[in-house]
Structure formats: C-alpha cells, structure tokens
C-alpha cells in the first residue's frame, strides 16, 4: 500500500524558512492527492496545503497560502512544503497525508493515509 514519511522539521528563529519533504512509496498514482496539515499544541490538525500527484494542481489554505509553497519532486517522488516568514504561531506537528480520490480535500477525515509527522518550533 502507499506510505508516506515526513522530513525537515526543526527549531528554526521567526522570520525563518523552512523546508519539509514528504516521501511517498508504493503504488501512488494520479489518482492520489496529498495534503499537508498541521497540529499545533492543543489544537485540531488544519490543512495547510494539497497537490494532485500526477497533474500538479495546488490548494491552499487561504490563512497562509502567502508563505507556502506547496510542489512535488517528479524524479524523487516526494513533495516538498516550502514555508518561509514563519511565525511562532506556525509552531506545530506537520503531517502529510494521500488519499485515492478527486480534487484535493482540505478536511484530514477524507485523508486515509498519514506520516508520523514532523515537528516545527518557531522561537519568538
């Protein structure tokens, strides 16, 4: 089955970029979206952006779409989260996820498949 693992998390200053990478392996096809989401501290898992792993289509959460980009490594099957201008409020376990379906669902129910997850700290 598909599986997905997460990459580059760290403490990194506000103000700061960071970039995470989400591994994807098994029969992935273009039927699949993936998502990254969040968890901060206490709070639910938001999503915070999705791609369509064939086409390339993008989504993103309107709160933050001004600091992430969201692409896919073709060669390397994986998907890179980049977010810059981070703040401590960014502060959070990030998540990839893929679920077979179409276009690219914001809601983590609709996702069937998730990485252990990455944590991001921001410090102040």
């Known amino acids: 089955q598909v599986q997905v693992v997460e990459s580059g998390g760290g403490l990194v200053q506000a103000g700061g970029s960071l970039r995470l990478s989400c591994a994807a392996s098994?029969?992935?096809?273009?039927?699949?979206?993936l998502g990254w989401f969040r968890q901060p501290p206490g709070k639910e898992r938001e999503f915070v952006a999705g791609?369509?792993?064939?086409?390339?289509?993008?989504h993103y959460n309107d709160s933050i779409k001004d600091r992430v980009t969201i692409s896919r490594d073709v060669a390397g099957d994986t998907v890179d989260l980049q977010m810059n201008s981070l703040k401590p409020e960014d502060t959070a376990i990030y998540y990839c996820?893929?679920?077979?379906?179409?276009?690219?669902?914001?809601?983590?129910?609709?996702?069937?498949?998730w990485g252990q997850g990455t944590q991001v700290t921001v410090s102040s």
């Open positions: 996820a893929v679920v077979q379906t179409v276009g690219i669902p914001s809601y983590a129910r609709l996702y069937d498949t």
């Open positions: 098994g029969p992935i096809n273009s039927q699949y979206a």
């Open positions: 791609i369509r792993w064939s086409a390339g289509y993008t």
